[in-house]
């Protein structure tokens, strides 16, 4: 039997692991609440983007687009949403597998394909793996508008001028706090109903998040200066919708996953304490039958 | 008429305003209510929106967006 010393060590060292594990589960509840709250505020934009959009969509001139043409696939493009730390219970190895699994049912070569990893865990899996990571993004703070710009113009960039003919992006989509699904969706060729999938998910269909998602009413509009400028103009837009509603699922993901997990593991350590406190007990209640009997039978042994 | 302007990651301006002005690619213009449905480009520069005629304007400072204007209100993304 494990002596007393190395229990009561065990029973010490897994209440400091349940007071970290407590810690970070409050954090990321408050965290999540955040991602939620900054998830409400980007509705307006994507919104009004989206409505725009579907009265361009029934357009000649969309179709013809650069950043909308639809090209057979030789070369594709995957930005790979991850957080980067981990303790987060299957998150990123959830959107890592969704990702190579779909790379592997592409039937590209690893050459042909290309990642922007955004977060640390999507980096070193890709490299590790052999792939061509073009760049890297961070994912340790808050979403912010020049990240999404930035994406959104390496991946244009690349698709206007023909070095990949598709661009996804895979994320973890937050259904609730307790589930999330990995989810790949196509950034460009930009598409009427890719988008409208995007605003759907923005407006949840309940809970306190939840909106109306009027349809627009229809109407004949001037465009100016001209149909396609302001194509030129809206579908780099109507992208960074589709990045940025990505990154803040993510995230929201990210943080609910992480607060369930250390919810888990608080529990796990209070179930081990009290085994250990258990078996404490026992040993040192076997110690103290020990001395006595050695005791009693030192004494019977002087009376004899 | 009802005004949105909206960046992606922030709202900088949401409610009932008189007029907006604003430099749309083609020239600067002025947008009042019932305006004809439309929607134009925008460049750089500065868009001006009063709450009620004649007094001193809220200032955005703007590098470029779209403006669409329809029968109910008007919205700016950037």
């Known amino acids: ?304 | 008429m009802h005004l949105v302007i909206a960046k992606v990651d922030e709202v900088l301006f949401e409610g009932e305003a008189y007029s907006l002005t604003i430099p749309a690619t083609a020239g600067e213009m002025t947008v009042l209510g019932h305006h004809e449905p439309l929607i134009t480009t925008l460049k750089a520069g500065e868009a001006r929106v009063h709450l009620a005629a004649g007094d001193n304007p809220k200032l955005f400072a703007i590098s470029g967006g779209v403006l669409e204007v329809r029968a109910d209100g008007a919205t700016v993304i950037l």
């Open chain 1, 1 to 304: 039997m494990a002596g007393l010393k190395q229990i009561k060590t065990k029973i010490v060292a897994m209440k400091k692991s349940q007071t970290v594990t407590k810690a970070m589960e409050a954090v990321s509840a408050a965290k999540m609440r955040k991602a939620q709250q900054t998830a409400l505020k980007g509705r307006a934009y994507a919104r009004a983007a989206a409505s725009t959009l579907s009265r361009l969509s029934g357009s000649r001139e969309i179709a013809a687009h650069p950043l909308s043409t639809v090209r057979s696939v030789e070369r594709a493009l995957y930005i790979v949403i991850t957080s980067d730390k981990g303790l987060a219970g299957g998150l990123n190895s959830g959107v890592l597998k969704a990702a190579a699994r779909e790379i592997k049912a592409s039937g590209l070569d690893t050459k042909d394909v290309s990642i922007i990893a955004v977060g640390r865990k999507a980096n070193d899996y890709f490299t590790a793996r052999g792939y061509r990571v073009e760049a890297f993004h961070p994912n340790n703070t808050e979403v912010s508008g020049d990240v999404v710009r930035s994406l959104v113009n390496e991946a244009a960039q690349r698709f206007a001028a023909q070095s990949v003919d598709k661009v996804f992006i895979v994320y973890q989509n937050f259904v609730s706090t307790f589930e999330q699904r990995p989810t790949l969706r196509t950034v460009f060729p930009l598409s009427a109903e890719d988008l409208r999938a995007v605003v759907e998910d923005i407006t949840p269909k309940k809970g306190a998040f939840a909106g109306d998602s009027s349809a627009p009413t229809s109407a004949v509009y001037t465009l100016e200066p001209s149909e396609a400028e302001v194509l030129n103009t809206i579908l780099p837009m109507l992208a960074s919708i589709i990045v940025y509603h990505a990154l803040l699922e993510s995230q929201a993901s990210e943080h609910s996953a992480r607060m369930v997990a250390m919810k888990s593991a608080s529990d796990k350590a209070g179930e081990k304490q009290d085994e250990l406190t258990l078996q404490f007990n026992k040993a040192r209640q076997a110690a103290i039958t020990r001395e006595v009997s050695e005791i009693t039978g030192g004494m019977e042994a002087m009376a004899l």
